[in-house]
């Protein structure tokens, strides 16, 4: 292996997109002679794994990353609680949320009461009468209609009026999250939560879970509790196992972290959702146009994008009803309404989009870009503010303003280094907010209308400092660079071996050249499609999504003849043609001397 480097990756100090490169570990450069050196347990160690846990990583296994349950705070009086609804056939209901990572927790906890021979009924709030969280009217008419246990799951951790009106209704409530908490908290019959203030070091350390994570466990611990009461004496044990489909969609579609025990999730999450078993799984990958079996890339921008869409501007049912129902055709009509409803949110979505980056020409000194207007829908804002954020590379928020209430829903974006999360807390406990919660990455409001631009003035002054020292710390990691030869699918397939890849297990980044470019030219909405070659006679295809205007687009449709450059992204596998082919998704690029 090449000796490790601290100098710029390939001499780039200043790239096209004004980034200096860097190694994200040890340098690892690729010659001619290609795969001559373990790239996997360098993308392992880049990525914090200590050397001698490198074996766990290389298979993550449920078995290796499991923790006990009990840890968690609550997790046994909640188990108890659901056994106890089970044992005396009480009626049960799971209270989720619209996004996918509530449709998938609520969806893995019906399918377990299920197989445990209880038929929980669920209820999903609409995005637009009701709102995030539990309210306490519905929890109040679920306890009329004979509930006498409610679940929230991916909600609830901050809902004081609405446990406590629960509670003052005589039905039992068990919390099942993982956003941040308050100090104090909601009264409830057992709250469960990685994020709480009060968890020891080692259920804390779990904080990066998602809520579908949770209540996994949280399964986990209720089959253990029935284990002890015999309960499966005269019937087989639920298969958890198969519910991992359902887990790894909920974990990669909520941008959770992808390191420790949501790695090994995701990993077999990934074979079970290969199998097919759930009819409706099944029927969203045919409806995502999907030919092999999905990976884990699909699950955040082909098949999550379809459940969220129901939430987001159809019915917010549509996500659970797939993913618990047991009649093919059913799965098939569901599948295909979120396919359009997807396309509808599409559109709804470029409008606002516009919208939002016409104002972002008068926030050039904002460290937090915060946009609002009064047409913006608002199952749609926290997408346009994620995209907000890649543009701007600062922390975003979306504001939809509702003329008729005077009040506006917002949905907020992070980048890494700066907790959103906790300033929108922080902002709700001084007065500025109506309501507000959410982790470090991302974070939803509600805020008066009329507060909205001193809202934007006290996060300005709030995350100043840490986004000042995110962004002077940003450069681009790379993980190893090679000659244009070097590109082919064992490549591909060598680095993907080291995934699953996502928030917080950053896909690998390659460094090619140099090159000169063979063709330039943009196709689609913007794209920069490009052919280039090296000094070693072997070419390749790149493709730069939404970058026709930018200055690296510009510099290499305009790139004089003879021109050198070195090109930065992630390598992937075009299998359009006769035979498979390595191609690059172009990040950065930079002239080479």
Request: with cysteine; aromatic share 4%; glycine share 12%.
């Amino acid at each position: 292996m090449a000796s490790r480097s601290l100098s710029a990756v390939c001499g780039v100090e200043h790239s096209l997109s004004g980034k200096a490169w860097q190694w994200r570990g040890g340098n690892m450069d690729i010659g001619p002679g290609g795969l001559d050196q373990d790239i996997v347990n360098q993308l392992l160690l880049s990525r914090g794994v200590a050397p001698d846990d490198i074996e766990r990583h290389r298979n993550p296994t449920l078995r290796s990353f499991l923790p006990d349950p009990s840890i968690f705070r609550d997790m046994d009086a909640a188990a108890e609680r659901l056994a106890q609804a089970i044992l005396g056939q009480e009626k049960v209901t799971i209270y989720g949320d619209y996004d996918v990572d509530g449709a998938t927790s609520a969806a893995l906890m019906i399918r377990l009461l299920r197989m445990l021979g209880h038929d929980a009924q669920y209820y999903i709030p609409d995005r637009l009468l009701e709102g995030y969280g539990p309210s306490g009217e519905a929890l109040v008419k679920l306890a009329e209609q004979g509930s006498t246990l409610i679940v929230t799951v991916d909600c609830g951790a901050m809902a004081f009026d609405a446990l406590q009106q629960a509670r003052d209704a005589g039905v039992d409530v068990i919390v099942v999250d993982h956003h941040k908490c308050a100090a104090e908290l909601p009264k409830a019959a057992a709250l469960v939560n990685p994020n709480r203030l009060d968890e020891a070091d080692d259920a804390a350390a779990h904080g990066h879970l998602a809520a579908v994570g949770v209540a996994f466990l949280l399964g986990i611990a209720l089959v253990r509790t029935l284990r002890e009461r015999d309960y499966f004496a005269d019937r087989p044990e639920p298969n958890l196992m198969g519910l991992l489909d359902i887990v790894a969609l909920g974990t990669v579609a909520d941008v959770a972290a992808l390191h420790g025990l949501n790695r090994a999730f995701v990993a077999q999450g990934l074979k079970v959702m290969a199998r097919r078993d759930n009819i409706g799984m099944a029927a969203l990958i045919d409806a995502s146009r999907l030919k092999r079996a999905p990976q884990c890339s699909d699950l955040g921008f082909a098949l999550g994008p379809r459940i969220n869409a129901g939430g987001r501007v159809g019915e917010s049912t549509l996500g659970v009803r797939l993913l618990t129902t047991e009649d093919p055709d059913e799965a098939a009509a569901i599948a295909a309404q979120l396919s359009t409803l997807n396309e509808e949110r599409r559109a709804i979505e470029a409008a606002v989009q516009q919208a939002a980056e016409e104002q972002l020409a008068g926030q050039h000194n904002r460290a937090v870009h915060l946009l609002s207007g009064s047409d913006w829908h608002p199952g749609v804002i926290g997408i346009v503010a994620g995209r907000i954020k890649e543009k701007t590379g600062k922390p975003s928020l979306v504001i939809a303003l509702d003329e008729e209430t005077g009040q506006g829903k917002g949905s907020g974006r992070s980048i890494a280094g700066v907790d959103l999360g906790a300033a929108i807390i922080a902002a709700r406990e001084s007065g500025l907010l109506v309501a507000g919660g959410g982790h470090a990455m991302a974070a939803g409001l509600t805020v008066e209308a009329g507060r909205v631009e001193e809202l934007a003035e006290w996060l300005d002054g709030m995350l100043e400092g840490p986004v000042a020292r995110a962004m002077a710390g940003q450069a681009l990691q790379l993980d190893l660079s090679l000659v244009p030869g070097g590109l082919t699918p064992a490549l591909v397939e060598t680095l993907d071996s080291a995934g699953p890849y996502g928030m917080g297990w950053p896909g690998p980044r390659v460094a090619v050249g140099p090159v000169y470019l063979m063709k330039a030219d943009i196709v689609g909405t913007d794209h920069v499609r490009i052919i280039a070659g090296g000094d070693d006679g072997r070419s390749f295809k790149a493709i730069a999504f939404r970058a026709a205007e930018s200055d690296m687009g510009q510099a290499l449709l305009h790139a004089p003849k003879g021109r050198k450059f070195w090109l930065a992204g992630r390598v992937k596998i075009d299998d359009w043609g006769a035979r498979p082919q390595a191609e690059l998704h172009l990040e950065d690029a930079a002239f080479a001397d």
